[in-house]
């Protein structure tokens, strides 16, 4: 018997940094985290502990906060692309970078003022901002010396509606208790994972798209179940967006459970609901252009 290495990676995991952008008094910023593989001529390391090939994973951590100094951060693909070739283009036993990026959704406050009863605006604070929840805008690149691929997405974006939205005609066995409902409400977190045709795109502009009529399209589709809505939203992304080559989408369905009024001698009109988080459904799916079958 004889043991070798298969294969082997290595990097730096959750390298967190934070650009501000100062344009004036006008303040912008990006928080992302990186996570940074490498792949190459390694093999030394591991069976013989020769470390004269391995760029530290210290040093790949310094490396994303000096890059994210010299690199305007436009997108979080145009950044990983930096990171990516920098690498590549400066390590010669390196046959391969993976970049994963997850960036935190920052908006601009907006204060009401009320104090002029016949203005009424909203003004952008200049240099403040609010999250608005665990909402990730997250890529992942993989390049080598011949090509690269990018694939852009989104995480965590919570939506839910309290009407269009129905379960009827399912399976019905000696074990089923779920009712059929007409109305229901409909909650869940999408996440959304896609890739192009081609990379000549603004990410950041095509991200707001997608993620804009992810939203315009769950709040429009009169649901017959989850998984209809999984393949509409695929379905208008795709259509819409000649650029995109497919996109993956998960669907975990956030259970709000109707709650029992009549022992009480109230009725219960869809008005009170139980919300659960386990155990929930969760719904997948991957829906492709039509172009790419027929090239």
């Known amino acids: 018997m004889k043991s070798i290495l298969k294969k082997n990676n290595y990097g730096k995991s959750a390298v967190r940094v934070l650009k501000v952008k100062r344009t004036g008094v006008i303040h912008d910023i990006t928080e992302v985290s990186i996570n940074i593989q490498l792949k190459g001529d390694f093999d030394a390391v591991h069976l013989k502990g020769d470390?004269?090939?391995?760029?530290?994973?210290?040093?790949?951590?310094?490396?994303?906060y000096v890059l994210a100094k010299e690199n305007p951060v436009k997108s979080i693909e145009e950044f990983c692309l930096y990171l990516g070739n920098?690498?590549?283009?400066?390590?010669?036993?390196?046959?391969e970078?993976?970049?994963?990026?997850?960036?935190?959704?920052?908006?601009?406050?907006?204060?009401?003022?009320?104090?002029d009863k016949d203005i009424q605006?909203?003004?952008?604070?200049?240099?403040?901002?609010?999250?608005?929840?665990?909402e990730l805008r997250n890529c992942s690149l993989k390049i080598n010396r011949d090509e690269y691929k990018i694939k852009s997405g989104l995480n965590n974006l919570?939506?839910?509606?309290?009407?269009?939205s129905g379960f009827e005609g399912f399976i019905k066995d000696k074990y089923t208790t779920l009712l059929e409902t007409k109305d229901r409400i409909f909650s869940t977190s999408i996440k959304a994972e896609w890739k192009y045709f081609r990379y000549d795109v603004d990410f950041k502009l095509m991200h707001d798209n997608v993620r804009n009529l992810l939203l315009k399209t769950f709040a429009e589709h009169n649901s017959l179940s989850v998984q209809q809505t999984l393949y509409e939203c695929g379905k208008k992304v795709t259509e819409h967006y000649p650029e995109i080559k497919e996109i993956f989408i998960s669907m975990p369905n956030k259970h709000y459970i109707?709650?029992?009024?009549?022992?009480?001698?109230?009725?219960n009109d869809n008005e009170i609901f139980i919300p659960t988080d386990e155990p929930f459904g969760l719904i997948e799916g991957i829906v492709k252009n039509v172009k790419e079958e027929s090239e």
Do not use: C, M
């Open 86 to 95: 920098y690498f590549l283009n400066n390590n010669t036993q390196i046959s």
């Open 158 to 164: 919570v939506v839910l509606k309290t009407t269009n």
């Open 51 to 64: 470390n004269s090939k391995v760029l530290p994973t210290d040093t790949i951590k310094n490396t994303v």
């Open 97 to 115: 970078v993976r970049v994963k990026a997850d960036e935190k959704i920052w908006k601009r406050i907006n204060i009401h003022d009320s104090s």
């Open 258 to 267: 109707k709650f029992d009024l009549d022992r009480f001698d109230l009725s």
């Open 121 to 134: 605006q909203h003004h952008p604070h200049n240099h403040s901002f609010i999250s608005p929840g665990n």
